[in-house]
């Protein structure tokens, strides 16, 4: 018996013990399975992808992957924290996968709209009519470039971790990056604050990693302009208000 799933664009399904998820990008899932298949596993969980009968990795459009128990939760975040840093140690060595490198996303569907807003935040597209909103405006005067390595780095953490009693966290639906740490967390605290009612202090488990002040402006810049852009989708949403709080705290730690 098939059950859907929250999350995952609605397109993700249970049977059993198997996850079976819809892609867009064959190629990148195909390499995403890989990547997972070869992790360690140490302070975190992955689900472990399936092949198909013959072998491959993606079939029609769908990958299958191992169920992982736990549940999502809005009072962990030093934990998340952890694990996260757990995640990106053991995704260290990975290099940098041509699946990532190439420069031609742009806004065609719905789906692109985290490239495209990822690259803005980094200066890599022009920002075009999105500089005319106040809020990205002042967001983009801040960024400031920075002298930090990046590496391999989940950027939808905060609703994208699962807690189970006696078991590490699980980390689930991947939305990997070539981007320093402090971007992930960065981003990662932005969603917890503004969707999941975590306190506006949370931004103290930033102050761990390189230039977290700097990519703190980067991280908010990106979800401001996700949900600035999915108002050409949603015309009804609102995509100033909720931001406010991330902003000015992300503005005040750059003063």
Known sequence: MLERLPGGNGETWRAGDVVLKHVRDEREA????EFTASLPQRGFRVALPRRSRLGAWVVNGWTAATWLAGEHRTDRWAQLFDAADAFHAAARSTRL???LKDDGWELRTPFDRWRFAD???WGEVP???????????MLLDKCQPVDVSSQLVHCDLAGNV????GLAPAIIDHSLYWRPLAYSAAITFADAATFEGAPLDTVKLLERYPAWRE????GVLFRVVVNELARR??????TREPFVPIIEVAIA???
């Open 127 to 137: 920002p075009g009519e999105l500089s005319s909103r106040p809020e990205i405006r």
């Open 30 to 33: 195909a390499w995403l399975c």
């Open 162 to 165: 699962l807690f189970a009693e």
């Open 233 to 238: 989708f949603k015309p009804d949403l609102d």
């Open 253 to 255: 730690a750059n003063a």
């Open 119 to 121: 690259r803005v935040a």
């Open 97 to 99: 996968p041509s699946v």
């Open 215 to 218: 990519l703190l402006i980067r």
